[in-house]
């Protein structure tokens, strides 16, 4: 058990990475690019992973191990220390053009990977705390509404056409960001809408938190401005936005191609059918066990510890990383990835989707 709690330091490896990508006034500003997207991709080319689960014991000690949810909290002020270097850095005058733009991914790899990332774990949790610490990582990335449409929205409808960020079979990955980017935001504004006429709340009230994120994220923005001026300002909402299309490519492979039977009063029970799967050591530890995504959508309480292996669920090929920069050449991603939807279906596991 020992073990499977040190694996997860190596997420820590991350924000080094991008504070000294940050930090370098040379190309090696570009270093979290091409450790994470060149390097990552090619050792996950040649690594299957382990499809190992916990022992029933071994998952009720993990679930109830602080450790665990202590590696998730440590990196959330990271997160913000991240911030402020970069904009720090990116309003120094007599930097370079090019190595701007290479802090600026670096800040965007942390959106992405950090940030919503670990978001998206804390804002399953169900304790008051862990859910405002989603929030506020939400915050470094201008995406908060997205812990109101992932959780009420995207669990409901995914792998339907109902949810805007499942990829529908044959829809490029350019496509599909403008559709999951919109519907997400005008999701989140419905769901939060149908709350609170539920509990009888008025729309323009501070109990509208699809408001509270708005006035908070221009907050954010106005700050940046105050303090840095328009040139770093510009650069932080590309830095942001970098990590919203890292966020929206993952949904992109998740469920891409897979979909849900409808029945009479609504679709079946989502199954580890209907998620990607990934077993790719680096993706695992790196993203703490987002890409044991089949388990996630099964059972949506799961901590990241104890997402399991299930042999009836479609693999990618590789790790996300890797299937990431495959999806940007849709031509390659739907010759390869349309080819494995045909055949998954002749499986008696694929042969239940719709």
Avoid at 234 to 255: D, K, P, Q, R, S
Wanted: some cysteine; aromatic content about 14%; hydrophobic content about 45%.
């Amino acid at each position: 058990m020992h073990s499977k709690k040190l694996k997860y330091i190596m997420a820590y490896l991350i924000p080094v990475l991008i504070v000294f990508s940050i930090f370098s006034e040379n190309v090696l500003s570009y270093s979290s690019v091409v450790v994470l997207f060149i390097f990552v991709p090619f050792i996950e080319l040649f690594t299957k992973g382990s499809i190992e689960n916990f022992s029933e014991i071994e998952e009720e000690i993990a679930k109830k191990d602080p450790v665990f949810d202590y590696l998730i909290y440590g990196l959330v002020p990271l997160q913000y220390i991240i911030l402020v270097c970069f904009l720090y850095k990116i309003n120094q005058n007599d930097l370079p053009l090019y190595v701007k733009i290479g802090v600026t991914t670096a800040y965007g790899m942390a959106c992405g990977i950090l940030g919503i990332n670990l978001a998206h774990e804390l804002g399953h949790r169900l304790t008051k705390h862990e859910r405002f610490l989603s929030k506020m990582l939400l915050l470094t990335s201008l995406y908060m509404h997205f812990y109101i449409e992932h959780n009420r929205g995207h669990h409901k409808n995914v792998s339907t056409d109902n949810d805007p960020a499942s990829g529908k079979l044959g829809e490029s990955i350019y496509t599909f960001y403008f559709r999951s980017i919109w519907g997400s935001w005008v999701s989140a504004w419905k769901l939060e809408k149908h709350k609170l006429t539920k509990n009888n709340q008025p729309f323009w009230s501070w109990h509208n938190e699809m408001l509270r994120f708005q006035f908070l994220q221009l907050l954010l923005i106005a700050i940046v401005f105050y303090l840095f001026g328009l040139q770093t300002l510009l650069f932080f909402l590309a830095g942001a936005f970098m990590g919203i299309l890292l966020l929206e490519t993952v949904n992109y492979i998740e469920h891409y191609g897979l979909r849900r039977n409808k029945k009479e009063n609504g679709f079946e029970k989502t199954q580890p059918i209907h998620s990607w799967n990934s077993n790719h050591p680096l993706g695992r530890m790196l993203l703490f066990e987002l890409s044991r995504h089949s388990d996630h959508h099964y059972m949506a309480s799961r901590k990241y510890q104890v997402l399991r292996h299930f042999d009836e669920s479609p693999q990618l090929p590789t790790g996300y990383p890797g299937m990431m920069l495959l999806s940007l050449i849709p031509p390659l991603w739907f010759k390869i990835m349309n080819n494995k939807i045909h055949l998954y279906k002749t499986t008696l596991a694929g042969k239940a989707l719709a």
